[in-house]
């Protein structure tokens, strides 16, 4: 069954804060405006749902702006055996590839051979990678001779560890924009009929005979409070679901074991080419990323544990140093602090799953808990699959009679922008950021400023800010050059220089005088110098 949506542009802020005061009673609220929970908010709109996301502060501005930028099956997992985890996740990457063709596409990864047995030992594990995706697999596997990894990867190191180049295997991964997939499914979320507000803070948990009946919220950028009732009330805010949890049950054990991940962002010369590099295993036994994206290559990730939760986490010099050095290892060209504009951290919501300290022994799948008092949280899995975890979320609400039962159609919802896209949209992995806006571009290109470049090394132009408080929900100045455009992750340098042209579209377009402009980029240049290494 193919579901159809209605287009629909988000009213302003105002006008949603006047909804949140003339519609104080709602089907579902969902607590979190992140993968999980927009996820889940879409799910329940399009089945028919009266839905209400609250997000503290913007769309993605945790964990799902930080991801690899990857739809993936987990080659990692793979290796472990754990066979149902990574069919799913690529049943997934291929109804996501098939749902927004202008978020997502297939990416080549070469793993390189170095050793004798390198090729036949990775190249059978990637055919069975090929069998569980089925028919929704992206392309097939092969393996590459010495001269076809290096056509692949020009930049590919001859020797690593003392042993020459021997070829390589290649397969195929989905490869995304996480903060502008996001975006899409706020939008989405709006054109089956819910309603996202960003900035908006829970500040309590309101009980009605012993269950939780809904929500009391604060304006994060106002003074007005609300509150506001539900029949179900879903707790989706990803590293943080404790603290939510906790204001039911301040006794309440704590579910998540946070891991830190670190990226950094190099120029394109280091990856010129279309292809990545998957280095399968580290010195910490990890896998390695080298991912052309956006027209820069991006790098990583670590697996740190952390003990605290901080929503900006910063990245240890020896995060940074490990990612380098292994890097190099397998580059031609050997990377250095210097070559790096942007280093980035995000916090996973890894579950606990057994008593060991290290967080490669925990659960990325996800895990649904049900309170006493009917507070649905859901936490863990990852952005591939978000789509199946919100799926998950409904039908425990519905098993528990918060809600009445409805089919999921989500199988079959194209995402905002995928349906009418223009002809000469800019072709997947060609690192123009108009490619994301798929159906909605010839709007972007028809307002003031399209042929403005704010930011070069990110696309941004003028016309980009503009959409983005007009049609995104942008607020501040991070909302576009973090998450509505992609600068800070690419080049935080540039991206601060463009600070006060961006607030000054801004004001233009909310209202706002100098002083807020001021105090804005003010803002941004304290967040920017933190992705910064020198």
């Known amino acids: ?100 063709p202008h978020l997502v596409w297939p990416l080549g990864f070469v793993v390189p051979a170095y050793q004798l047995l390198d090729q036949p030992f990775y190249g059978i594990g990637l055919k069975m990678y090929d069998l569980l995706a089925g028919r929704l697999n992206l392309s097939s596997s092969r393996w590459l001779s010495h001269r076809e990894a290096l056509a692949a990867v020009p930049t590919l190191a001859e020797h690593a560890g003392g042993r020459p180049l021997r070829g390589g295997n290649l397969y195929f991964d989905g490869q995304f924009d996480d903060a502008r997939l996001a975006i899409a499914l706020m939008r989405t979320l709006f054109d089956v009929g819910g309603v996202a507000v960003n900035y908006m803070r829970v500040s309590g948990l ?89 027209g820069h290559t991006i790098v990583g ?105 409805a089919p999921c159609v989500t199988a079959d919802l194209p995402l905002h922008g995928a349906t009418g896209m223009p002809a000469d949209l800019p072709a997947a992995g060609s690192g123009s950021p108009e490619r994301y806006y798929g159906s909605d571009l010839p709007a972007v290109r028809a307002l003031a400023g399209a042929d403005t470049m704010l930011v070069p090394e990110a696309g941004l132009t003028a016309a980009h800010v503009r959409y983005a408080a007009r049609h995104e929900l942008a607020r501040r100045v991070e909302d576009v050059l973090a998450r509505r455009n992609r600068a800070l992750f690419l080049d935080a340098r540039a991206a601060s220089a463009a600070a006060p042209q961006v607030a000054a579209i801004l004001a233009e377009e909310l209202g706002h005088d100098a002083a807020w402009q001021d105090a804005e980029v003010q803002s941004f240049r304290a967040l920017a110098a933190g992705y910064m290494l020198n």
Request: net charge positive; charged share 25%; with cysteine.
């Open 206 to 294: 309101t009980l009605r005979n012993g269950v939780i009946g809904g929500v009391t919220v604060q304006d994060a950028l106002g003074d007005a409070t609300f509150e506001l009732r539900a029949d179900c009330v879903i707790n989706a805010t990803g590293v943080w679901v404790d603290a939510i949890r906790q204001m039911e049950d301040g006794r309440a054990a704590g579910m998540v074991a946070p891991s830190q991940g670190v990226h950094l962002t190099l120029p394109r010369k280091f990856l010129p080419g279309d292809r990545a590099i998957l280095v399968p295993k580290t010195d910490d036994g990890r896998v390695l990323f080298l991912v052309p994206w956006n």
């Open 301 to 405: 990730t670590t697996d740190t544990p952390r003990r605290d939760l901080p929503v900006e986490p910063r990245a240890g010099g020896e995060d940074v140093d490990f990612i380098l050095e292994t890097a190099a290892r397998y580059l031609s060209r050997t990377p250095t602090r210097d070559d790096v504009t942007s280093v980035w951290a995000g916090l996973r919501p890894l579950v606990k799953a057994t008593g060991e300290a290290s967080t490669a022994s925990l659960s990325r799948e996800h895990t649904i808990l049900v309170s006493k008092a009917g507070l649905i949280t859901v936490t863990g899995g990852k952005w591939t699959t978000y789509r199946k975890m919100a799926e998950d979320v409904l039908e425990t609400a519905i098993r528990r009679q918060l809600l009445p039962a």
């Open 1 to 100: 069954m193919q579901i159809h949506t209605k287009p629909t542009l988000p009213p302003d802020r105002a006008a949603l804060l006047a909804t949140l005061q003339s519609e104080r009673k709602w089907d579902v609220i969902v607590i979190g405006g992140g993968a999980t929970g927009l996820g889940t908010a879409v799910d329940a709109a399009s089945r028919g749902y009266r839905t209400l996301l609250l997000e503290a502060a913007d769309f993605a501005k945790g964990t799902s702006s930080k991801a690899t930028k990857l739809v993936h099956g987990g080659v990692r997992y793979l290796a472990q055996g754990n066979i149902s985890l990574v069919r799913e996740a690529l049943h997934e990457r291929g109804l996501l590839a098939r749902n927004a």
